[in-house]
């Protein structure tokens, strides 16, 4: 029997059942309810999952960059005194009873870096491409100042 003929004996054996569009509409709804509880159960385990780090974790994280950061950077040559500033964005924390509620570390919004020696503009774009690089940012998110 050809392909073809078993396709018309199907769709005719399906023509005959009676109500078929309350089946597939049935069929339809029950997909539908188990996305939706699949969707439901997943956030409730968001829900109730304890945050992963503290305020002292981000504070040690934000300190520890901005340390990395002034390391490198004071390794340019005729930069000094480095000082740096990170800031990030959290928008999608949670605070309740004065405690910060996160699942990951908050992106990075913005740096500033201060630093002797930096008059100089060919040693100003250095210092931007090498922020720009480690923090992964646009160059609109960092603000470079001499603090000559």
């Not at 040690?60 to 480095?82: C, F, K, Q, R, T």
């Not at 998110?141 to 001499?146: A, D, R």
């Amino acid at each position: 029997m050809s392909e073809e003929k078993r396709g018309f004996k199907l769709f005719d054996k399906l023509k005959k059942v009676k109500h078929i569009e309350i089946y597939i509409a049935v069929i339809f709804i029950v997909i539908i309810l188990l996305i939706y509880m699949s969707n439901f159960s997943s956030k409730s385990k968001l829900d109730n999952q304890t945050s992963k780090y503290s305020d002292s974790s981000i504070t040690a994280y934000i300190s520890d960059m901005e340390a990395n950061l002034e390391g490198i950077l004071s390794n340019i040559g005729g930069v000094s005194n480095v000082r740096v500033m990170i800031t990030l964005d959290m928008s999608k924390a949670e605070v309740a009873d004065s405690k910060i509620t996160l699942n990951t570390f908050p992106p990075i919004k913005g740096v500033i870096v201060t630093a002797k020696g930096l008059s100089n503009t060919a040693t100003k774009l250095k210092v931007l491409q090498a922020v720009e690089a480690v923090l992964d940012i646009t160059g609109g998110n960092i603000e470079i100042l001499s603090s000559d």
